[in-house]
């Protein structure tokens, strides 16, 4: 059994299409309440009961069908389903293959049965605000929040300064060793002087730019592992420099102003969330725009016919594609002559032809991704950017 606890990579659901076997039951189950398990352990016998229907009127043989089906029948134990009781479920069985995956977002239950496995439900993204992060600078002090629908927790910087004088504390060649006491010419009281080009001053950028490149760095280690989007929370001089210095790809471009040393952890994370959603409604519609200016160019380098899409996705030149989540275009295609037969219903040996232009475009290297039908351009439920 391979289970999947934390969503599916892009490479993982490549892996998934290029398995060499038939047939694939696809099942989903929907996140439900607690305490209600034993009713989502009747849906998925539901389900499983319907692919047995199915795979029997194809013509498979029994026997076979119940061995390549006991591990899905074995989650029907509603002791054993209650472990992902509030997560939605996507569960993968081909002979001698079972996969499951909890997904970070909702499916709805449903149960897909033909020649390859149903992959959109993999496809879907994360809603970018339902996990990010808010970095809250100072000369003081440094916070990294995370923030997710389960709540705030504050991410170990054990690399970070606790503060700009923290660091010239510990640094013996930075600016506690250069320092030495001058006479002052106010009333006696000694000052901080600095070696440095024309005259003992104190370089006090330098010394900002020093702890918040240390600071970067730490930032950098405690997010290598993930691409949810970064809010700069401090004043704007700081955060200027900060991300002169930041390497971490995905900080938004937009920052929450003033000091936040005396702001609470919720009310970080509360401007943080209402910046992220006016960052990511800029980028739609800059995206909407440049995505018309592509199907405008001669020759198109965009389209929203699945005419045109599914042949160039079969060739390698399909770099980005949407397809909906909600909807399905069955039918079928013939590669060799590129012929397409389209279906209001689904008939024997069908496929959604949405799900295989996403299968295509992943596997020749392109990005494929499930949205609302809704959200896609056109009106056709598919979009895709070409290579060339």
């Known amino acids: 059994m391979k289970n999947l606890l934390k969503g599916v ?5 490549r892996e998934l299409i290029t398995l060499n076997k038939t047939p694939w039951v696809s099942l989903f189950l929907a996140p439900y309440p607690p ?7 009747i849906q998925l016998e539901n389900l499983l009961r319907c692919s047995e229907a199915e795979l029997e009127s194809s ?10 089906l006991a591990p899905a029948w074995s989650l029907t134990d509603a002791r054993l389903l209650n ?6 479920l996507a569960c993968y069985v081909a002979p001698g293959e079972f996969h499951l995956h909890r997904l970070p977002h909702r499916v709805s239950d449903g149960v897909i049965t033909g020649r390859r496995p149903y992959i959109k439900p993999l496809l879907i993204p994360r809603p970018a605000t339902d996990s990010f992060y808010v970095l809250a ?7 990294l929040l995370h923030a997710t629908p389960s709540g705030i927790t504050t991410v170990p910087l054990p690399d970070a300064p606790a503060g700009i004088d923290d660091l010239t504390q510990t640094d013996p060649i930075g600016r506690q060793a250069q320092r030495h006491i001058a006479p002052s010419t106010r009333g006696g009281a000694g000052g901080a002087m600095y070696p440095g080009h024309g005259g003992n001053v104190y370089d006090e950028k330098a010394e900002v730019q020093r702890y ?9 280690r405690a997010l290598n592992r993930t691409r949810d989007p970064l809010v700069l929370a401090g004043v704007d001089y700081l955060v200027s420099i900060y991300r002169s210095l930041n390497g971490y790809a995905h900080v938004i471009d937009s920052h929450i102003s003033g000091s936040p040393d005396h702001v609470s952890d919720n009310v970080l994370c509360e401007h943080g969330a209402h910046m992220l959603a006016a960052h990511l409604s800029r980028l739609a519609t800059g995206e909407r725009d440049r995505f018309q200016a592509l199907l405008q160019h001669t020759p198109p380098r965009a389209s929203t016919n699945l ?6 996705a079969h060739a390698g030149r399909v770099a980005h594609l949407l397809v909906a989540s909600d909807q399905q275009v069955w039918g079928r295609y013939n590669p ?13 040996g069908d496929d959604d032809l949405l799900d295989i232009a996403a299968q295509q475009t992943l596997l020749h290297g392109g990005e494929a991704v499930a949205a609302p039908a809704a959200e896609i351009p056109g009106n056709n439920g598919v979009a895709a950017v070409f290579r060339y």
């Open 35 to 41: 305490g209600e398990t034993i009713q989502r352990a």
């Open 137 to 143: 600078l100072s000369k003081s002090r440094v916070r």
């Open 83 to 88: 472990e992902y009781q509030e997560a939605g």
């Open 9 to 13: 990579s892009r490479e993982e659901v």
């Open 307 to 312: 005419r045109s899409i599914l042949p160039a």
């Open 59 to 68: 013509g498979y043989d029994r026997n076979e069908m119940h061995a390549m």
């Open 336 to 348: 060799d002559d590129e012929t397409i037969s389209l279906h209001e219903e689904p008939l024997p």
């Open 212 to 220: 918040l490149q240390a600071v970067s760095s730490a930032v950098e």
